[in-house]
């Protein structure tokens, strides 16, 4: 993240006082929203409104089996939906004024899931997780519907996996950037164990801020829920991108007091 640095002077009376102008750059932090199964982008646009006011630019989407694409619902694959995250990702790191290289994607349940998937094939600064889902690797290809139909899921999702042994919990491995993972106390879809695989995977992330959402259930179905999930969201996201603000223009400030040593006689 990038600012920029302008020295000048100012006239006053019949003199000259040298200032030094510190801005944003002219791109700015990007968050991208990948709502759950059975959701849409309906979920994160208050979410979206409250991120904007931290001066970030954000997209929400909806993904095929959704929406205006619901006719797809019996028949759309995780690869699918994966391909719409990725072409929703690199549509918006091309905009002018969007930090390519500062990019938060925060994903709920299978958008949790798939956005820890996209970590691993796109830049991903910060990786924001509600009650990230976990699927076995086979049947990639198969609708996302019949996942459901294992009756091993169930159990599957309460069992500890190696990270070695799932291809999101691997890309949770590699991951390099801050991370937040939040979980519902009483979340019958996604158990607390799912969390746990989670967490223990992300051995390299920067950094790893975790939370329980007290007496919740998996859909946040009471405002409250809602409202502390997106309080938890806010904090960590203003905490990540006004630190990075500040360190850039520590950093900046540092470099040039050094140039400005190194050109006094």
């Not at 640095?5 to 030094?20: A, H, S």
């Not at 809602?226 to 905490?239: A, C, D, P, S």
Request: glycine residues 6%; charged residues 25%.
């Amino acid at each position: 993240m990038e600012v920029r640095l302008e020295t000048l002077q100012i006239k006053v009376d019949d003199d000259e006082i040298g200032g030094t102008m510190l801005s944003p750059a002219t791109r700015l932090p990007g968050v991208l929203l990948v709502h759950g199964w059975g959701g849409s982008q309906k979920q994160d646009l208050e979410r979206a409104r409250t991120a904007a006011g931290l001066g970030c630019i954000c997209l929400t989407f909806d993904l095929r089996g959704h929406e205006s694409t619901a006719r797809q619902w019996e028949t759309v694959s995780r690869e699918q939906n994966l391909r719409d995250v990725m072409a929703a990702y690199d549509w918006f790191v091309r905009r002018p004024n969007v930090d390519p290289a500062s990019i938060a994607v925060i994903g709920i349940s299978y958008g949790g899931y798939l956005a820890t998937i996209l970590s691993a094939l796109r830049p991903v600064r910060w990786l924001g997780l509600r009650a990230p889902a976990l699927y076995k690797d086979d049947g990639w290809h198969l609708p996302k519907r019949q996942l459901h139909a294992d009756p091993d899921l169930p159990a599957f999702r309460r069992r500890p996996i190696h990270w070695q042994d799932n291809r999101a919990l691997r890309a949770c491995a590699d991951f390099r950037g801050d991370v937040l993972l939040v979980e519902s106390e009483h979340d019958d879809v996604v158990p607390h164990p799912v969390a746990v695989n989670y967490v223990a995977a992300f051995g390299k992330a920067r950094s790893l801020t975790s939370r329980v959402i007290p007496e919740a259930d998996h859909g946040l179905s009471e405002k409250v829920w809602q409202t502390t999930y997106t309080e938890v969201l806010m904090n960590w996201l203003t905490e990540m991108i006004v630190g990075a603000r500040q360190k850039a223009a520590t950093s900046k400030l540092e470099r040039h007091e050094t140039e400005k040593i190194r050109e006094t006689p």
